[in-house]
């Protein structure tokens, strides 16, 4: 095997690796949501004990990482590649760490009906879900429009968060929501919207892995 077939092999081992990682990301978000819609309690203590799992991933995608750039002496544009990807799975590790700690917060609820606080928030769940997704598929698919997408349809996730803020201040106002749940739903609220900034991240990288750009910076 050439050197050069070997360098696309472990780039596509790579790939691969990453995918696993984004989508076990996301189908924890699922879960999360899920079970707290129908009041599954076990479903999301099993949540918080699965952490070591992405917490793995991300460890030996680091590693692999490293190890193509060290030993394989890329060229620019798989570099770019790799160090994008290296980027990517610490944005994907910390939207792993919020959905756990949005678990601990639905726990602290009683996995009460969010949408008594806020009909903003389950739309706001719903839109956060659907810009990590596009992120991750931009970047797996390398599709830079689809990147640009995705910065720029954070501006709805900000927009729900401050409807969110302000139904939440109405009901402290009237006195008609305890003001610890709203501080909760409030934090949950402020969860989804930096899920929302890692997946602009996630987009940003992909930018980056197709031009060298990053924030109209050339880099590489």
Same mark, same amino acid.
């Not at 602290?108 to 739309?123: A, F, G, H």
């Not at 879900?129 to 910065?151: D, M, P, T, Y």
């Not at 890692?198 to 590489?220: C, K, P, Y």
């Given at each position: 095997?050439?050197?050069?077939? +070997?360098?696309?092999? $472990?780039?596509?081992?790579?790939?691969?690796?990453?995918? *696993?990682?984004?989508?076990?990301? $996301?189908?924890?978000?699922?879960?999360?949501?899920?079970?707290?819609?129908?009041?599954?309690?076990?479903?999301?203590? #099993?949540?918080?004990?699965?952490?070591?799992?992405?917490?793995?991933? /991300?460890?030996?995608?680091?590693?692999?990482?490293?190890?193509?750039?060290?030993?394989?002496?890329?060229?620019?544009?798989?570099?770019?590649?790799?160090?994008?990807?290296?980027?990517?799975?610490?944005?994907?590790?910390?939207?792993?760490?919020?959905?756990?700690?949005?678990? $601990? +917060? @639905?726990?602290?609820?009683?996995?009460?009906?969010?949408? @008594?606080?806020?009909? #903003?928030?389950?739309?706001?769940? *719903?839109?956060? *879900?659907?810009?990590?997704?596009?992120?991750?598929?931009?970047?797996?698919?390398?599709?830079?429009?689809?990147?640009?997408?995705? @910065?720029?349809?954070?501006?709805?996730?900000?927009?729900?968060? #401050?409807?969110?803020?302000?139904? +939440?201040?109405?009901? +402290?106002? /009237?006195?008609?929501?305890?003001?610890?749940?709203?501080?909760?739903?409030?934090?949950?609220?402020?969860?989804?919207?930096?899920?929302?900034?890692?997946?602009?991240?996630?987009?940003?990288? $992909?930018?980056?892995?197709?031009?060298?750009?990053?924030?109209?910076?050339? @880099?590489?």
């Amino acid at each position: 095997m050439s050197p050069r077939t +070997l360098f696309e092999h $472990e780039l596509g081992q790579l790939r691969d690796d990453l995918k *696993k990682m984004c989508f076990q990301v $996301e189908a924890v978000y699922d879960r999360l949501f899920s079970a707290m819609a129908v009041k599954d309690g076990e479903t999301i203590f #099993n949540i918080l004990e699965q952490d070591r799992v992405v917490k793995d991933m /991300e460890k030996s995608i680091e590693s692999r990482c490293l190890s193509l750039i060290t030993k394989q002496h890329p060229i620019a544009r798989d570099l770019r590649t790799v160090s994008a990807s290296l980027k990517v799975v610490t944005d994907i590790k910390r939207v792993g760490d919020i959905v756990t700690d949005m678990a $601990e +917060l @639905i726990i602290r609820l009683q996995m009460k009906d969010v949408s @008594i606080y806020s009909e #903003n928030l389950p739309l706001m769940i *719903k839109e956060t *879900k659907a810009l990590l997704h596009s992120a991750v598929g931009a970047f797996l698919r390398r599709n830079q429009e689809e990147a640009e997408n995705v @910065i720029a349809g954070d501006d709805k996730v900000d927009d729900l968060f #401050n409807k969110v803020k302000d139904d +939440l201040v109405a009901h +402290l106002k /009237e006195g008609t929501a305890n003001a610890d749940d709203c501080i909760d739903i409030l934090m949950i609220a402020k969860y989804l919207e930096k899920i929302a900034d890692h997946a602009v991240n996630v987009g940003e990288w $992909e930018i980056f892995q197709e031009t060298g750009n990053m924030s109209d910076t050339r @880099i590489l």
